[in-house]
């Protein structure tokens, strides 16, 4: 089956520190890649995506590309922001599956002044 | 314009109670899902509908018991609830996306607590 495994956390950094969220996965076919981030109290938001390999995502100075050799999807930002501070959750979509997710564990990143 | 609204989004009762959560989207989406949101934050598929019919039911219990009136409305409903069902319980709902992947808008969320 499927399956997404996310580094764990929680992570701690300062702001302008660089950030990486390590994010393998598992599928069969060629799944899409998301990265959602759930801000305290709130739902989950889109935060990029990648629909085919190589592709990368980017918003709001996060990055990720999709790395079909090496199973990744691994999130990145240059200089991290206080607001910053959230889940971040990545995730798969398989072709047929009606467009159901399957998320990894979820990453908590807290970033201090 | 609230995309996905949930209600209530609070919800506090006893045990073996029966319990329901509203869910609706006027983003004119053909799929709604109900995910599980455990206090870990994992989270986990239970239901999709696509036009009003289950498409995906991820082995629930069958105290719990989704309804799709119309397709941009999906329920929850739950009966004899237990201690272990305490949990965020979010909608969303998705439509194919240019390049084929469906992108879920989620819902605030409604965090159920079992006493």
């Known amino acids: 089956g499927n399956s997404v495994t996310q580094m764990e956390g929680p992570v701690t950094l300062s702001e302008e520190a660089f950030l990486t969220i390590n994010c393998t996965y598992t599928?069969?076919?060629?799944?899409?890649l998301f990265w959602y981030v759930q801000y305290p109290g709130e739902g989950l938001q889109l935060l990029l995506k990648a629909t085919k390999a190589d592709d990368k995502g980017s918003n709001k100075g996060f990055e990720a590309t999709y790395r079909k050799e090496t199973t990744s999807f691994h999130l990145e930002k240059g200089s991290v922001q206080v607001s910053d501070s959230a889940v971040y959750f990545c995730a798969l979509s398989a072709g047929t599956s009606y467009g159901k997710l399957t998320f990894g564990q979820g990453t908590i990143l807290t970033v201090h002044p | 314009d609230t995309a996905v609204s949930q209600t209530p989004k609070y919800l506090v009762t006893q045990m073996g109670n029966d319990k329901s959560i509203k869910c609706e989207q006027n983003l004119g989406h053909d799929t709604m899902y109900w995910y599980k949101q455990d206090s870990k934050k994992f989270l986990k598929i239970m239901f999709s509908y696509n036009n009003k019919e289950l498409i995906i039911n991820e082995t629930v219990p069958n105290r719990f018991s989704p309804k799709s009136p119309d397709k941009a409305h999906l329920n929850l409903h739950i009966n004899s609830l237990e201690l272990g069902d305490s949990a965020v319980y979010f909608c969303a709902s998705s439509s194919p996306g240019p390049s084929g992947a469906n992108v879920l808008t989620f819902g605030a969320g409604s965090r159920l607590t079992v006493l």
């Open positions: 599928a069969t076919g060629y799944p899409s």
